[in-house]
């Protein structure tokens, strides 16, 4: 493992970090684009019950970007310190407090999922299809949860690229299972758009398997007993502490997607089939800027153990810049062609109409992404998750329902409301975001004199 990050360059650190990551983030993205290309190759409804689903998923991967984010901090800290036995005890209890959450996250989908999609509007076969999507895609959630931690683990010891091999290997697989799954053959029945589920849960399964072997390997899990997963309340509540508000932060982000596709569903099924392909497009254009998160709270976090905050700063001044240029071509490439990324995605001139509304005014959104993003990262380094969550409670709920309220019915701006209401929502989050962020160096940097 690569352990000098309170020490080694920090461009050629960022780079070192970013680029796997981002790799693998674009191949996690283009594995999504796959299964939501399928799904409009059933029909209008199966697309329209994947992007119903959506919200629903992202609980699942909140709970997991949580625990993930609460571990890399927990564990960069002890690492930071030179402390690697309490890394390694961190490790382990990360493990099996993944685990644990697994579990009660399969139980609560299968029991809410229905509730959830009939309040969206769901019924019928729009209803039957998203819950057998979801309900393939809860019983694999311990190996979502697992591959998450572990992931985390390999972040915080500064190895990014052993993850991206899985994405990378996890797309191509996706490639050959989802059409396998969807239409059948080779002794496989036909299962239709669950099948698409069941080809994420098995890659997810195999994905357990190639990580932990590789923590094996690099030393960290070594001579790992099964009683180490026993869990301990001191490490389980500072896993719950760090990782409680980055989960819930997340879960702003799904009620958020909640209240946006609730507003949208009242203009059809064709809005809500446009909105998720618009968000896949987005996905894609901010592809790069993830790998910058994950490096910067990689970086946060060792450097915060070993007190150098001047480090910290410059991390993230050079993420930021990094970041804006990527933000920038990607709002361009966006601008450029608008119409032919949605028309990839569904042949509805009805459905390509409404996306392209959408992406001609998101695109410009994209910079104010990349520092709410990197500068949330920073603040979960430096142990200050809970600021995460309030500015998703403004940024996903508040503003959006009231600002959405009135720009929709008041004024009478219709779905462009909506589309309107997203950019001054996320502009003003980033705004405060700097604000605080800028406090907050401004103060640690008096506690710890720089270096």
């Not at 697994?102 to 819950?131: D, H, K, N």
């Not at 509540?237 to 819930?248: I, K, N, S, T, V």
């Not at 209240?259 to 949208?264: A, K, L």
């Not at 203009?267 to 910067?296: C, D, H, K, W």
């Given at each position: 493992?690569?352990?000098?990050?309170?020490?080694?360059?920090?461009?050629?650190?960022?780079?070192?970090?970013?680029?796997?990551?981002?790799?693998?983030?674009?191949?996690?993205?283009?594995?999504?684009?796959?299964?939501?290309?399928?799904?409009?190759?059933?029909?209008?409804?199966?697309?329209?019950?994947?992007?119903?689903?959506?919200?629903?998923?992202?609980?699942?991967?909140?709970?997991?970007?949580?625990?993930?984010?609460?571990?890399?901090?927990?564990?960069?800290?002890?690492?930071?310190?030179?402390?690697?036995?309490?890394?390694?005890?961190?490790?382990?209890?990360?493990?099996?407090?993944?685990?644990?959450?697994?579990?009660?996250?399969?139980?609560?989908?299968?029991?809410?999922?229905?509730?959830?999609?009939?309040?969206?509007?769901?019924?019928?076969?729009?209803?039957?299809?998203?819950?057998?999507?979801?309900?393939?895609?809860?019983?694999?959630?311990?190996?979502?949860?697992?591959?998450?931690?572990?992931?985390?683990?390999?972040?915080?010891?500064?190895?990014?690229?052993?993850?991206?091999?899985?994405?990378?290997?996890?797309?191509?697989?996706?490639?050959?299972?989802?059409?396998?799954?969807?239409?059948?053959?080779?002794?496989?029945?036909?299962?239709?758009?669950?099948?698409?589920?069941?080809?994420?849960?098995?890659?997810?399964?195999?994905?357990?398997?190639?990580?932990?072997?590789?923590?094996?390997?690099?030393?960290?899990?070594?001579?790992?007993?099964?009683?180490?997963?026993?869990?301990?309340?001191?490490?389980?509540?500072?896993?719950?502490?760090?990782?409680?508000?980055?989960?819930?932060?997340?879960?702003?982000?799904?009620?958020?997607?909640?209240?946006?596709?609730?507003?949208?569903?009242?203009?059809?099924?064709?809005?809500?089939?446009?909105?998720?392909?618009?968000?896949?497009?987005?996905?894609?254009?901010?592809?790069?800027?993830?790998?910058?998160?994950?490096?910067?709270?990689?970086?946060?976090?060792?450097?915060?153990?070993?007190k150098r905050i001047d480090r910290i700063r410059r991390a993230l001044t050079i993420s930021l810049r990094y970041g804006f240029m990527l933000a920038i071509a990607g709002?361009?490439?966006?601008?450029?062609?608008?119409?032919?990324?949605?028309?990839?995605?569904?042949?509805?001139?009805?459905?390509?109409?409404?996306?392209?509304?959408?992406?001609?005014?998101?695109?410009?959104?994209?910079?104010?992404?990349?520092?709410?993003?990197?500068?949330?990262?920073?603040?979960?380094?430096?142990?200050?998750?809970?600021?995460?969550?309030?500015?998703?409670?403004?940024?996903?709920?508040?503003?959006?329902?009231?600002?959405?309220?009135?720009?929709?019915?008041?004024?009478?701006?219709?779905?462009?409301?909506?589309?309107?209401?997203?950019?001054?929502?996320?502009?003003?989050?980033?705004?405060?975001?700097?604000?605080?962020?800028?406090?907050?160096?401004?103060?640690?940097?008096?506690?710890?004199?720089?270096?």
């Amino acid at each position: 493992m690569n352990n000098d990050l309170t020490t080694a360059p920090i461009p050629a650190l960022i780079r070192r970090l970013a680029i796997p990551a981002g790799t693998g983030f674009f191949f996690n993205t283009m594995f999504n684009v796959v299964d939501t290309w399928y799904g409009g190759r059933l029909s209008t409804t199966a697309l329209a019950a994947m992007s119903l689903s959506f919200p629903v998923f992202f609980i699942l991967l909140a709970v997991g970007t949580g625990v993930s984010s609460g571990a890399t901090a927990l564990i960069g800290n002890a690492v930071g310190r030179g402390e690697e036995g309490e890394a390694r005890c961190y490790v382990l209890q990360a493990l099996s407090f993944g685990i644990l959450h697994a579990v009660a996250l399969t139980i609560m989908g299968w029991a809410c999922s229905p509730t959830i999609f009939r309040f969206m509007g769901a019924q019928g076969e729009y209803l039957s299809l998203a819950l057998g999507y979801m309900n393939v895609i809860f019983a694999g959630a311990t190996f979502f949860l697992l591959n998450f931690v572990m992931n985390a683990i390999l972040n915080s010891h500064g190895d990014t690229t052993t993850y991206r091999n899985f994405l990378i290997t996890s797309f191509f697989l996706n490639l050959a299972l989802d059409p396998w799954f969807m239409y059948g053959g080779l002794g496989v029945p036909a299962f239709g758009l669950p099948g698409v589920a069941l080809a994420t849960v098995a890659i997810q399964c195999l994905g357990n398997f190639y990580l932990f072997r590789s923590l094996a390997r690099s030393g960290v899990v070594e001579h790992f007993r099964l009683g180490e997963l026993r869990p301990h309340w001191r490490y389980y509540r500072e896993l719950f502490r760090q990782g409680y508000p980055a989960a819930m932060n997340m879960m702003t982000v799904t009620l958020g997607v909640f209240i946006i596709t609730w507003f949208v569903a009242k203009f059809g099924q064709e809005a809500v089939a446009a909105y998720g392909i618009a968000t896949r497009i987005e996905q894609i254009a901010l592809l790069p800027v993830m790998g910058l998160n994950i490096s910067t709270l990689a970086l946060s976090a060792q450097n915060f153990g070993a007190k150098r905050i001047d480090r910290i700063r410059r991390a993230l001044t050079i993420s930021l810049r990094y970041g804006f240029m990527l933000a920038i071509a990607g709002t361009v490439a966006a601008l450029a062609f608008t119409r032919q990324l949605m028309g990839f995605f569904t042949e509805d001139g009805a459905v390509v109409a409404v996306g392209v509304r959408f992406l001609r005014i998101e695109a410009f959104v994209f910079p104010a992404y990349v520092l709410l993003y990197i500068c949330i990262s920073a603040m979960q380094g430096v142990k200050r998750p809970a600021f995460a969550l309030w500015i998703g409670l403004y940024r996903q709920i508040a503003a959006p329902f009231l600002v959405f309220q009135f720009l929709t019915t008041i004024l009478g701006w219709g779905i462009m409301g909506i589309w309107w209401g997203i950019f001054m929502v996320t502009w003003s989050a980033a705004c405060i975001v700097v604000v605080y962020v800028t406090r907050i160096l401004k103060a640690l940097e008096k506690d710890v004199p720089t270096i």
